[in-house]
């Protein structure tokens, strides 16, 4: 007898669900029976599209039983938006059978590339800053949003070296593709923190480069201390562990200027219990709460 959850799930009645300025939690499959059991109060879930392009089988069970209750956000890391060469069309017509099929409220990938030929490397890759780089990042999210019919969030990566031949700071460039495309922002404070002591500049003053005003969502996670070769501080993105007080500290400053936005716990690594995941969702709440109330009792004196 067949398994029925092998079967494609009838998800034609799903409606876009909006996301609140809330937090949320990645979603993990050792986690979908005690969330579904529990019905926990939390924000939404946050899964990477590329672990959902199959027809069926047991993800996409679990995916539309969480859907049917939370809304979700579609994170990308396969479209290879820096890459030089064109953007895979197969694996864009896959990401829109997705979208389509689930109906997220949000959908970001990453500044990066990740492939050459015909070759897929495991690793989220940065790309320098400049003119020619600007043109095709560009070019890429046009097509990426042409073809989903909606916007897309581009996340700031998390850096190790600089470019030599970058002529503009990653904020700027930032910014540019945003006007210049219409897309959102994907600030990952986790990735601030890790570029900044890696390479050896101040976190606060990225972010006050940074085009806050574009940010339509916030990552929050957890980085791995390690040593160069030569014993100084190295962060490692590592997605492992709590976050870090240091993240902690920016994220408050951030939505104190910005405003509440959806903030997302990103653990991909030595996964923990749901319980302990909930926890850092609840702990982002407080903060987006309390940023909220602020602004309210600011406006409010006006």
Same mark, same amino acid.
């Given at each position: 007898?067949?398994?029925?959850?092998?079967?494609?799930?009838?998800?034609?009645?799903?409606?876009?669900?909006?996301?609140?300025?809330?937090?949320?939690?990645?979603?993990?499959?050792?986690?979908?029976?005690?969330?579904?059991?529990?019905?926990?109060?939390?924000?939404?879930?946050?899964?990477?599209?590329?672990?959902?392009?199959?027809?069926?089988?047991?993800?996409?069970?679990?995916?539309?039983?969480?859907?049917?209750?939370?809304?979700?956000?579609?994170?990308?890391?396969?479209?290879?938006?820096?890459?030089?060469?064109?953007?895979?069309?197969?694996?864009?017509?896959?990401?829109?059978?997705?979208?389509?099929?689930?109906?997220?409220?949000?959908?970001?990938?990453?500044?990066?590339?990740?492939?050459?030929?015909?070759?897929?490397?495991?690793?989220?890759?940065?790309?320098?800053?400049?003119?020619?780089?600007?043109?095709?990042?560009?070019?890429?999210?046009?097509?990426?949003?042409?073809?989903?019919?909606?916007?897309?969030?581009?996340?700031?990566?998390?850096?190790?070296?600089?470019?030599?031949?970058?002529?503009?700071?990653?904020?700027?460039?930032?910014?540019?593709?945003?006007?210049?495309?219409?897309?959102?922002?994907?600030?990952?404070?986790?990735?601030?923190?890790?570029? !900044?002591?890696? %390479? *050896?500049?101040?976190? $606060?003053?990225? =972010?006050? /480069?940074?085009?806050?005003?574009? &940010?339509? @969502?916030?990552?929050?996670?957890?980085? !791995?201390?390690? %040593? *160069?070769?030569?014993? $100084?501080?190295? =962060?490692? /993105?590592?997605?492992?562990?709590? &976050?870090? @007080?240091?993240?902690?500290?920016?994220?408050?400053?951030?939505?104190?200027?910005?405003?509440?936005?959806?903030?997302?716990?990103?653990?991909?690594?030595?996964?923990?219990?749901?319980?302990?995941?909930?926890?850092?969702?609840?702990?982002?709440?407080?903060?987006?709460?309390?940023?909220?109330?602020?602004?309210?009792?600011?406006?409010?004196?006006?």
């Amino acid at each position: 007898m067949k398994n029925a959850i092998q079967s494609p799930p009838d998800i034609s009645g799903f409606q876009p669900l909006p996301i609140g300025a809330r937090a949320g939690a990645g979603l993990k499959p050792e986690h979908v029976s005690q969330i579904m059991s529990d019905s926990p109060d939390i924000g939404f879930f946050e899964v990477h599209a590329e672990n959902y392009m199959g027809a069926g089988g047991l993800p996409h069970h679990q995916l539309s039983q969480i859907r049917s209750s939370y809304p979700i956000s579609l994170h990308g890391v396969g479209l290879s938006i820096g890459s030089e060469q064109p953007l895979d069309r197969e694996h864009l017509h896959r990401l829109k059978t997705l979208f389509d099929r689930y109906q997220p409220a949000l959908f970001s990938e990453h500044l990066a590339w990740s492939t050459h030929d015909n070759v897929f490397l495991n690793d989220l890759l940065p790309v320098p800053y400049n003119a020619e780089v600007l043109d095709r990042v560009c070019m890429h999210i046009d097509q990426v949003q042409e073809v989903l019919g909606t916007r897309m969030l581009l996340e700031n990566p998390s850096t190790y070296l600089a470019f030599a031949d970058s002529t503009m700071c990653e904020g700027s460039f930032l910014r540019e593709v945003a006007d210049r495309t219409g897309c959102g922002l994907l600030l990952d404070i986790n990735n601030v923190q890790v570029s !900044a002591v890696n %390479q *050896d500049y101040c976190p $606060r003053a990225y =972010l006050n /480069d940074f085009p806050i005003d574009k &940010v339509e @969502e916030i990552h929050l996670a957890g980085h !791995a201390p390690d %040593q *160069d070769d030569e014993g $100084r501080l190295l =962060l490692i /993105d590592a997605h492992d562990r709590e &976050v870090s @007080e240091s993240v902690w500290r920016l994220f408050e400053e951030v939505v104190k200027a910005s405003g509440p936005v959806p903030t997302l716990i990103e653990w991909d690594n030595d996964i923990p219990a749901w319980p302990i995941l909930l926890q850092e969702a609840a702990k982002a709440d407080l903060v987006l709460t309390s940023a909220n109330r602020e602004n309210y009792f600011a406006t409010s004196r006006r």
